[in-house]
C-alpha cells in the first residue's frame, strides 16, 4: 500500500521527485514548512474578519 503523499507533492509525479536530489527535496520539504507556518496566523485574521463582517 502506497504512503499518502503531502499536497505539495501531489503536484509532481512520483517518477520525477524519485530523481530529484536529495539537497532540493530537503528545500521544498522546508519551504513548505514555512509556508504552512506563515499560512496560520493569516487563517486566524481571515476568520476573525468573517465574525467581524457578520456583527
Do not use: C, F, G, N
Not at 505539495?8 to 520539504?29: A, C, F, G, R
Amino acid at each position: 500500500m502506497e504512503e499518502e503523499r503531502p499536497v505539495y507533492l501531489q503536484q509532481i509525479p512520483s517518477e520525477d521527485w524519485e530523481k530529484t536530489s536529495t539537497s532540493v527535496k530537503k528545500l521544498v520539504e522546508e519551504m513548505e514548512q514555512r509556508i504552512e507556518k506563515l499560512e496560520q496566523p493569516v487563517e486566524v485574521l481571515v476568520a476573525q474578519q468573517q465574525l467581524l463582517a457578520l456583527s
